[in-house]
């Protein structure tokens, strides 16, 4: 395994076409594009990496599969009455479907829908409180007590988060929220703003490749089930509008996030981080989506078969 990930960083350090690192969060915008990392979490604990694993990210939109993960541990299949489990086929931060469909996202994965899974998991605490519920849930989840929320980027993002704001407001609008809407946002922000490694993101999605348990730590954290059934929303829905090329590319469940990182899961095998911060036109980052794609080439993990 480390001649593989070795292999695909020395061949990622040589591609010219990057991608283009995001500029609608403006923090975002003052990250290097030369960077790329690749970590690689077995089932048995082992963790292999290859480029700049120590280097944190911003891990954006890939937190919403941990704070889905907390919505079912709360509210368990409640959540479906708040959010759908259909591909949008639509960008992450589309208004379209809200409202034909009531006010219901598509799936926790698009920004509205993890907007409405950020008030589902508040229930009535304080913004603090569940902030440090999300960010010891991470933590415990990477067996890494370092783990923080970058508080320049949420800052950033609540600067320059009308649209999240209309979504947000549009939902509301419909009568689905129990928290007031600067509270919902507040919550999603920071919680899109945690930075974290590849080291740190491959052990976190552990969990999900292992039938629910980490195997570092022994804990079980969810179902085998309930690890199977957040493994589908991310094959079909945690691309976008991208989720199809992802599959058949990659052939991975995976979750992409604008900061340039993409944890995917090879189930039963692995635990897989990618990041590098230049995206594609969708908004997925375009190193780490071909690192994986030959990582699938290199191994036989993808669920599509050998
Ligand atoms: O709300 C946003 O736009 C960002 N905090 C998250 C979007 C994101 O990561 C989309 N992913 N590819």
């Not at 993960?69 to 992450?92: H, I, M, Q, Y």
């Not at 899974?117 to 409180?129: L, N, Y």
Request: glycine share 10%; net charge negative.
């Amino acid at each position: 395994m480390q001649k593989i990930v070795d292999d695909i960083a020395a061949q990622m350090a040589s591609r010219t076409e990057k991608g283009t690192v995001a500029s609608y969060i403006p923090q975002l915008a003052c990250v290097n594009p030369d960077q790329f990392s690749i970590s690689v979490a077995l089932a048995d604990g082992s963790v292999f990496s290859a480029g700049c694993a120590q280097t944190l990210f911003s891990i954006q939109s890939i937190s919403k599969v941990f704070t889905l993960t907390l919505a079912l541990g709360k509210l368990g299949e409640r959540v479906w009455n708040r959010v759908g489990r259909e591909p949008s086929g639509d960008p992450f931060n589309s208004i379209v479907q809200l409202e034909h469909e009531q006010g219901k996202p598509r799936n926790p994965f698009v920004n509205a829908g993890a907007i409405a899974i950020a008030d589902a998991i508040i229930q009535g605490h304080q913004p603090k409180e569940i902030l440090a519920e999300i960010l010891q849930f991470m933590r415990f989840l990477a067996n890494d007590e370092s783990i923080v929320i970058d508080e320049k980027v949420a800052r950033s993002e609540e600067l320059t988060g009308e649209r999240n704001a209309s979504l947000a407001h549009f939902m509301a609008s419909f009568g689905h929220f129990e928290n007031p809407v600067d509270i919902v946002l507040g919550t999603y922000f920071h919680h899109c703003s945690i930075a974290m490694n590849t080291v740190q993101l491959a052990t976190a999605g552990l969990f999900l490749a292992n039938s629910g348990v980490n195997p570092i730590t022994g804990y079980r954290v969810v179902s085998s089930d309930r690890a199977k059934r957040i493994n589908s929303l991310m094959l079909m829905c945690g691309h976008y509008d991208g989720s199809g090329e992802f599959a058949y590319r990659v052939g991975l469940p995976g979750k992409s996030g604008v900061g340039g990182g993409i944890l995917a899961i090879a189930p039963c095998n692995a635990s897989i981080a990618v990041w590098s911060p230049g995206l594609d036109t969708i908004g997925n980052s375009k190193l780490g989506t071909e690192a994986l794609e030959l990582l699938t080439q290199k191994t036989d993990w993808s669920v599509f078969g050998k």
